[in-house]
């Protein structure tokens, strides 16, 4: 089995990647982020995917995405919105995937591997411009140019399985691999014990997502 990063944040996107990723024959070495995060419930979530879905490792690493603040998610004077806004959210963390992509990439170097999965979507998202296809692409032509595999013969592939898929195309495939979406957590401002506010942009596409699958929603929500 060729040995694939899968970033994992322990949301519905990430849980379904790293299925899909598993399903393609690769072995699924995970990586997932406490970068200041308003929560750890999503990290619980993540330690629970992985064990579930036969990661054969991993990894929790810890950078500081809070010392520069400027999301709902990493600076708790700014308030998760609870409707849609216009234009890129606050919700929107700066330079995230970039960053998440390069310890990813470090990581798939130190493994001899040259595929990384990452479950960014651009059907319903947020509208966050490090999940397109175009930085996606940009990324893999960077990654081939700025690592050792690539300039001796590497060729590096960004897979996103996800990008041209709706929410509730994502819950059928997940839920045809077996995944019990009940132990993700995708809310921006879950409690402790996981509880989704219902109300955040990530819960309502979450919650259309199951009702246009026509599949029940396992999420525990406060409302």
Known sequence: MKPAVVLLSGGLDSATTLAIARREGFACHA?????GQRHGAELQAARRVAHSLGA???KTVHIGL?????SALTDLNIAV??????????TYVPARNTVFLAFALGWAEVLESTDIFIGVNAVDYSGYPDCRPE??????QLANLATKAGVEGGRFR???PLIDLSKA??????T??????AMTVSCYAADAEGLACGVCDSCRLRRQGFERAGIADPTRYHR
């Open 31 to 35: 990586m997932s982020f406490d970068y």
């Open 56 to 58: 054969i490792e991993h």
């Open 66 to 70: 809070d010392a520069i603040g400027g």
């Open 81 to 90: 919105p609870d409707h849609p806004q216009n234009g890129i959210p606050v």
């Open 135 to 140: 930085f996606i692409r940009a990324f893999e």
């Open 158 to 160: 960004i897979h996103t």
């Open 169 to 174: 195309d994502i819950i059928r495939t997940g």
């Open 176 to 181: 045809a691999l077996g995944i019990d979406y």
